[in-house]
């Protein structure tokens, strides 16, 4: 039986760049899959109050889900073999808070 996820996509635009130039600005759009229900993860660590502001906890919500599930996925690749052992205390301190 396969395991349903959530369908999501993306898309990511470059608004300015650090000069301050805007002409040729990129943008880029995915679509990827995911267990958890994003925007109510996004919610609850902005509810944390664990940032400065609502936009770095967006930030942080959306690079960590996109990240473990490419983790959770690809968990026996050789590159998340040191992320398997502490990653887990990670998830339980953030989930305590």
Do not use: C, W
Request: charged share 35%; glycine share 4%; no cysteine.
């Amino acid at each position: 039986m396969e395991k349903r996820s959530n369908k999501y996509y993306l898309t990511l635009s470059l608004k300015e760049y650090a000069n301050g130039e805007t002409e040729s600005a990129k943008e880029l759009g995915i679509e990827f899959d995911n267990h958890d229900e994003i925007f109510g993860i996004i919610e609850k660590i902005k509810a944390k109050n664990i940032f400065a502001n609502e936009s770095e906890a967006v930030q942080f919500a959306l690079g960590l889900k996109l990240f473990t599930e490419i983790k959770l996925k690809n968990r026996k690749n050789p590159l998340f073999e040191e992320l398997n052992e502490v990653f887990p205390v990670f998830m339980k301190k953030l989930k305590s808070l």
